[in-house]
């Protein structure tokens, strides 16, 4: 069975400081990595993913992860953060496809991230 | 593009009443449909997997008699909780994918917030 598991419950980061969130994944095959964040009481918007190619994946919001196969690391890095990300981080695996069809994410337990001034 | 609607935001019931749950693609067509579960300060837990025409796919634990999910059309899934009692209280969050370049990528609703009192 496929499981994400993200180490820290909780970060706290100075604004304009860098930023490293740590996912590792167990998974049977080449996974489908994926990174959101959620604002309290919204929705997820995905930052970034990766599927196959350059193992260093560039998102939104100044947002990059590198996928390590041989760590099964997959950690979002930030080089400077702002007061706005301040929020809820998920990293997610998924097989996207299975013989069945489309297939729902397995989600981490989250990153609560929180921004010092 | 790729945006997925759900209705209502937010909903409060009486223990023992049905709740219905829209979820919308807006501007594509959603081959796949799946719901998701989050409480509070917790991770997402996929329940239910549906294609339209299709009856849905529970994940183990999930009552799917309690739960009732509807994929009538490509652009239309429902979440009927029924006899929602204060236990099924929490945030339910839709997510879809489709054809093309959109199935390598599944698009979260806002969710909605459900409380029984």
């Known amino acids: 069975a496929q499981s994400v598991t993200q180490p820290d419950i909780h970060i706290t980061v100075s604004e304009g400081a860098s930023l490293e969130l740590r996912c590792n994944y167990s998974?049977?095959?080449?996974?489908?990595l994926f990174w959101y964040v959620q604002s309290p009481g919204q929705g997820l918007q995905l930052l970034l993913k990766y599927f196959s190619g350059d193992t260093l994946v560039q998102g939104i919001k100044g947002f990059e992860a590198e996928f390590k196969r041989s760590q099964s690391s997959f950690n979002l890095r930030k080089p400077s953060v702002h007061w706005s990300d301040a929020a809820e981080y998920f990293c997610a695996v998924g097989p996207l496809y299975s013989g069945g069809g489309a297939d729902g994410l397995t989600f981490g337990k989250g990153t609560h991230l929180i921004i010092q001034p | 593009g790729a945006v997925v609607s759900q209705h209502p935001s937010r909903v409060i019931c009486k223990s023992g009443t049905s709740v219905k749950i829209e979820c919308r693609s807006l501007d594509f067509q959603a081959t796949t449909m799946f719901w998701y579960r989050q409480f509070p300060k917790q991770s997402l837990m996929l329940m239910a997997t549906s294609n339209e025409g299709s009856k849905a796919t529970y994940e183990q634990g999930v009552e799917k008699d309690k739960f009732l999910i509807n994929h009538a059309s490509l652009t239309l899934s429902t979440l009927t909780v029924t006899s929602a009692h204060p236990e099924d209280s929490s945030f339910y969050i839709c997510?879809?994918?489709?054809?093309?370049?959109?199935?390598?990528?599944?698009?979260f609703g806002p969710g909605t917030r459900l409380t029984v009192l």
């Open positions: 998974y049977g095959a080449t996974p489908y």
């Open positions: 997510s879809a994918t489709g054809g093309g370049a959109l199935i390598y990528e599944q698009f």
